[in-house]
């Protein structure tokens, strides 16, 4: 998994040794946990803030800030700032980034003709599996239709609410 790229730091020293701690054994701890000489541990410690670690995860970052500090040096972390960049979006799918266009053009095309096709009634038309036909729009399915069609009549309805009304008017009237 690709670690967040906002979560990572930079390692600063301050250049100062924290107070109530010997010179001499902060420089060597500092040299010893930086893999540096005691001539280049030395320079660290002129005043200056110096970038010891560039662009770590804040766990490594923290954990050899508090090494640094526990060994006498002044240590601060620094959030790198990361400018947001903009989404770019595709219609290739995920993981097939590399693949060549050929290769991806075949792929797709053996999808696409293991789809489901239907021919419709209508015009016979065949197609990909929908609800409706892409040339004429009958359903593709008129025997899933067949079985609701009454409900999807309203005029049926409303000759059928007629009749009971007309129905039942004529009972209590006589």
Same mark, same amino acid.
């Given at each position: 998994?690709?670690?967040? %790229? #906002? @979560?990572?730091? @930079? ?7 924290? !107070?109530?701690?010997? %010179? ?7 040299? $010893? ?6 001539? /280049?541990?030395? +320079?660290? #410690?002129?005043? @200056? =803030? ?25 240590? =601060?972390?620094? &959030?790198? =700032? ?6 770019? #979006?595709?219609?290739?799918? $995920? ?30 038309? &065949?197609?990909?599996?929908?609800? #409706?036909?892409?040339?004429?729009? /009958? !359903? ?11 409900? &999807?009549? !309203?005029? +049926? ?9 007309? +129905?039942? =008017? ?5």
């Amino acid at each position: 998994m690709t670690e967040n %790229r #906002f @979560n990572h730091y @930079n390692l600063v020293l301050k250049g100062t040794i924290r !107070p109530g701690t010997v %010179r001499r054994a902060a420089i060597t701890a500092t040299a $010893e946990l930086l893999e540096l000489s005691a001539e /280049q541990a030395e +320079l660290l #410690f002129t005043g @200056n =803030s110096n970038l010891v670690k560039q662009d770590i995860s804040h766990k490594q970052a923290y954990q050899l800030q508090q090494q640094l500090i526990a060994a006498g040096a002044e240590a =601060s972390l620094q &959030r790198i =700032s990361v400018a947001e960049t903009k989404t770019e #979006f595709t219609l290739v799918p $995920e993981g097939e980034e590399l693949t060549p266009f050929e290769e991806l053009a075949k792929k797709l095309d053996a999808e696409k003709a293991a789809e489901e096709q239907v021919e419709c009634a209508s015009c016979q038309l &065949r197609q990909s599996a929908a609800a #409706f036909c892409v040339q004429c729009g /009958q !359903p593709l399915h008129p025997a899933e239709q067949d079985s609701h069609s009454l409900i &999807r009549r !309203p005029v +049926l309805w409303i000759a059928i609410i007629l009749a009971v009304v007309a +129905l039942v =008017s004529w009972i209590l009237l006589n």
